[in-house]
């Protein structure tokens, strides 16, 4: 009797565990967690964990606790037989595979800088040592603690006057650790201090003096390692003003294989010049059809020209959202969630944030890149001009819903175990809207479709702009040349385009990413809907409910693709 209860209430366990995790909110449906839903779990939440216990970035100690969590967890992973594992299975062990195998080599790397640079940091000892003593409150001999931060004072003025007389000879990666490293030091030391200062007298007494002083050295320190530059290694000052760091066709190859893309930078220049073709002829079209003839730059100033007054900006935003939700329920496109559409607001950009943002972005808040008092003239102008409502048009259902609005919101309720993060399928899926909406006729005039066009044009360029830019070809002027005269951008908008490409922390990836994604997630398409196999509403539920991954990963679940343990990206979506 006691065995059956404890089966039942297993068997319970398990009903109940796969309801809940899985239970999809449009007509009951379950989604299963996979095979490897608890490792998951484990891995993120021990992640959590030891980054919140170890929290000196850079640190020695840190490198070696996160290599030994990830070769852990990559033995954990090997004791799943591979092929008895269902598609999610096999698709969830290859991305946390792919995961951890790059989190290793990203760990070696920094061992390697750290090892080029360790003459001018192993200062550090006392500090890290104290700060694990910290964690557990040990008492601390403060008038010891007091003597080691004054000795490391001394310490950093001989390496100051020696690092002073040294030609600058590091690149700026190795630069950049260095004060990291550095920085890394700072946040041990304020650890430490914010702990014991106040609670202990002993400590207030001896350490406030030593410790002002050498968190002071500390920053001038590390801004002292960044003056060492080799000047000859960095990329010239081309005249905009933007200097980022070209990434090379080596680690290009390298990345687009991380991100499951069968095909090297040059194949995507070549894709994206052949999309490009494809809208200067649907541009010449509502080009004519607004009696400007071939002269599409000429239309496009009119549409320009329709600009919203200053202040009606968001009026204007939500009238589009209202029309583009209106067409998504008519042509019953997908499921959209009440709290979903209930719940997504607005706020405006700051003017900061727009040189790198010219126009508006979303997600859960939908911000608006429009005009301030503060503003010169001309850059109000090109403000309101490059955020007309025809522009705009084709990017409201990109930044809500269906775009980054209802992903978000997916992805917190479906499979949240998955995190595997891609802009191939956050930037993919917004775009390949983008797509589909342009095929179902949303735009309604010539005007909607340059402004539409727009927006294409400027994917297509992205790719081309950012891959030439990595490989060395293209400088940020000739980048931002060609989104003026290649799309016809306004050059304020232009320049911050390229700006937030190469130096606001956007992988060589994401600009790129929009329109390949986009054209994944189209291919995906052809092959499940217009085959018949698929609705549309049943495609793009399907899609979101599996949560963020590469597309090719996605594609594999829907059609139950056979997985080898040594997978490797093999699907050419692109067939024109």
């Known amino acids: 009797m006691r065995i059956q209860i404890k089966k039942y209430a297993a068997s319970l366990f398990l009903t109940l565990f796969v309801a809940v995790s899985g239970f999809a909110q449009n ?18 939440a021990d992640y959590g964990s030891l980054s919140r216990f170890y929290i000196v970035e850079s640190s020695p100690e840190r490198r070696e606790r996160f290599k030994e969590f990830y070769e852990s967890y990559l033995s954990r992973l090997e004791e799943f037989t591979f092929n008895q594992l269902s598609v999610n299975g096999r698709v969830d062990y290859l991305l946390v595979k792919s995961d951890i195998n790059r989190s290793l080599r990203n760990l070696e790397a920094e061992g390697e800088e750290y090892a080029q640079i360790e003459k001018w940091v192993s200062y550090a000892g006392p500090i890290y040592e104290t700060e694990k003593l910290r964690r557990r409150g040990i008492h601390l001999e403060s008038s010891k603690v007091a003597a080691q931060l004054n000795e490391i004072s001394g310490v950093l003025k001989t390496l100051s006057a020696e690092l002073t007389k040294e030609p600058p000879s590091f690149d700026r990666s190795l630069a950049e650790r260095g004060k990291d490293v550095v920085k890394g030091h700072q946040t041990a030391l304020e650890s430490i201090y914010e702990f014991y200062n106040g609670y202990d007298p002993d400590f207030t007494w001896w350490m406030e003096k030593p410790y002002a002083k050498l968190m002071e050295e500390l920053k001038t320190y590390g801004e002292l390692i960044m003056t060492k530059v080799d000047q000859s290694t960095l990329p010239k000052d081309d005249g905009s003003g933007i200097i980022g760091s070209p990434v090379g066709a080596k680690e290009l190859k390298n990345l687009l294989e991380d991100a499951f893309i069968p095909y090297s930078a040059e194949e ?7 999309e490009f073709a494809w809208c200067d002829k649907e541009l010449l079209k509502a080009s004519r059809e607004m009696g400007f003839g071939d002269n599409w730059k000429a239309a496009q100033e009119k549409v320009k020209q329709s600009y919203v007054p200053e202040g009606q900006q ?7 959202y209202n029309q583009s939700i209106d067409f998504l329920k008519k042509n ?12 997504w607001r607005m706020r405006m950009m700051s003017p900061e944030r727009q040189k790198i943002a010219p126009f508006f972005l979303g997600g859960e808040t939908l911000m608006i890149s429009y005009p301030t008092n503060t503003m010169d003239h001309d850059d109000k102008m090109m403000s309101m001009r490059g955020n007309n409502p025809h522009f705009s048009r084709a990017t409201v259902h990109h930044e809500l819903i269906a775009g980054h609005h209802l992903q978000g919101f997916m992805n917190r309720r479906y499979k949240t175990y998955r995190s595997f993060r891609t802009p191939f399928w956050t930037e993919g899926w917004a775009l390949y809207w983008e797509l589909i909406l342009w095929d179902m006729d949303f735009p309604r005039s010539p005007e909607d479709r340059i402004g539409m066009l727009f927006w294409r044009m400027h994917r297509c360029a992205r790719i081309i702009f950012s891959l030439n830019y990595h490989l060395g070809k293209w400088t940020p002027q000739e980048c931002i040349d060609y989104l003026v005269d290649r799309v016809g951008h306004e050059r304020a908008n232009a320049e911050g385009e390229v700006r937030r490409s190469f130096t606001a922390r956007y992988g060589p990836l994401y600009q790129l990413a929009y329109m390949t994604g986009g054209m994944q997630f ?3 398409k052809k092959e499940l809907v217009d085959s018949g196999k698929m609705t549309y509403k049943e495609f793009h539920d399907a899609v979101l409910r599996e949560n963020s991954m590469p597309v090719e990963m996605v594609r594999a679940i829907l059609t139950n693709q056979p997985l080898s343990k040594n997978y490797k990206t093999s699907w050419k979506f692109y067939d024109k």
């Open 332 to 343: 019953d496109l997908l499921s959209i969630p009440p709290v979903a559409e209930e719940t």
């Open 268 to 274: 995507l220049v070549e894709i994206a010049n052949k």
């Open 314 to 320: 968001p009026e204007a935003m939500l009238d589009l």
């Open 522 to 524: 189209y291919a995906l």
């Open 27 to 44: 007509g009951g449906e379950t989604a299963p967690v996979s095979e490897l839903y608890q490792l998951m779990n484990e891995m993120s």
